[in-house]
């Protein structure tokens, strides 16, 4: 089945993993913007993007969850994946 998944945080990770290794095509991975953190305020990437990237999934990184509306539709998805993702 052709996904597209939206999440950011370490609890996230494990059900895209899942979804990954079961099969499914995933064919855009939505999670928030890099963050400073730190003492030198480096970006840092969300746990869901890194694992993501790891993996060769595609990832959109929007500041509000509607400026990826379009990428979205384009993603010919067949279903939606949400899994604690604070921007819905």
């Known amino acids: 089945m052709r996904l ?3 999440g950011s945080p370490p609890e996230a990770q494990g059900a895209l993993r899942a979804l990954h ?7 855009l991975v939505i999670t928030q913007p890099d963050r400073k953190r730190g003492r030198g305020g480096d970006l840092v990437p969300s ?3 890194r694992t993501a990237t790891e ?3 595609t ?6 969850c509607k400026e990826a509306l379009a990428d979205i539709a384009a993603s010919g998805a ?3 994946v949400v899994v ?3 921007q819905l």
């Open 84 to 86: 604690a993702f604070g």
């Open 47 to 49: 746990p869901v993007k």
């Open 55 to 57: 993996l060769g999934l």
């Open 78 to 80: 067949e279903l939606g």
């Open 59 to 64: 990832v959109v990184t929007p500041e509000r």
């Open 4 to 6: 597209v998944f939206l």
């Open 21 to 27: 290794e079961a099969g499914h095509e995933i064919a």
